[in-house]
T-cell receptor, first 111, second 115 residues
Framework: GENVEQHPSTLSVQEGDSAVIKCTYS??????FPWYKQELGKRPQLIID?????GEKKDQRIAVTLNKTAKHFSLHITETQPEDSAVYFC??????????FGKGTRLHILP | NAGVMQNPRHLVRRRGQEARLRCSPM?????VYWYRQLPEEGLKFMVY????????ESGMPKERFSAEFPKEGPSILRIQQVVRGDSAAYFC?????????????FGDGTRLSIL
């Protein structure tokens, strides 16, 4: 089955700087990669997703890149703001229609 | 347009009791997924259901756990004879159609505490 690894587990960046979270997946048949943001005690919220027929997708300050050959995908947040502090989860799904999540990255935006 | 509704938000049970967690999907969504989240960890897939059908239950323990999504009413995740290790947040998500290419929208979760 699919296995998703996510790094780093914790990330601290100065407000205004960029943050990058990286994930790898194991199943070459995976073709859908969503990213979720979860604030403390709240529900995971879908912030961006990418399908395997594109290499990059951008939505304002958030962008996701996908390298199918290397089975890597990454989340980039530019001009970080205090409200970006949260736990971010990458995920992958493919042949069996299940979404498999990474273990999460706790992002701290420092004032 | 109400989102995914889960209740109760918090549930306390003593060891050996039964826990019933409810999930009403978003309007128009007929596919429901249950996940379990331990503190400081990610979301672990448990079960995927459509109306009256279990599509994939590979992440759900074979004993004590069951799930249903009847023709009428919410999806129910049932845990019998609860143990301390069942303490976790249980999230439900729904999607418009089948397949994981459809965005899944999550409810606020049920936080289950076992005394």
């Amino acid at each position: 089955g699919e296995n998703v690894e996510q790094h780093p587990s914790t990330l601290s960046v100065q407000e205004g700087d960029s943050a990058v979270i990286k994930c790898t997946y194991s199943d070459s048949a995976s073709n859908y990669f969503p990213w979720y943001k979860q604030e403390l005690g709240k529900r995971p919220q879908l912030i961006i997703d990418i399908r395997s027929n594109v290499g990059e997708k951008k939505d304002q300050r958030i962008a996701v890149t996908l390298n199918k050959t290397a089975k890597h995908f990454s989340l980039h947040i530019t001009e970080t703001q205090p409200e970006d502090s949260a736990v971010y989860f990458c995920a992958a799904s493919g042949r069996d229609d299940k979404i498999i999540f990474g273990k999460g990255t706790r992002l701290h935006i420092l004032p | 347009n109400a989102g995914v509704m889960q209740n109760p938000r918090h549930l306390v049970r003593r060891r050996g009791q039964e826990a019933r967690l409810r999930c009403s999907p978003m309007k128009g969504h007929s596919h429901v997924y249950w996940y379990r989240q331990l503190p400081e960890e990610g979301l672990k897939f448990m079960v995927y259901l459509q109306k009256e059908n279990i599509i994939d239950e590979s992440g759900m323990p074979k004993e004590r756990f069951s799930a249903e999504f009847p023709k009428e009413g919410p999806s129910i995740l049932r845990i019998q004879q609860v143990v301390r290790g069942d303490s976790a947040a249980y999230f439900c998500a729904s999607s418009l159609a089948g397949g994981a290419h459809q965005p899944q929208h999550f409810g606020d979760g049920t936080r289950l505490s076992i005394l």
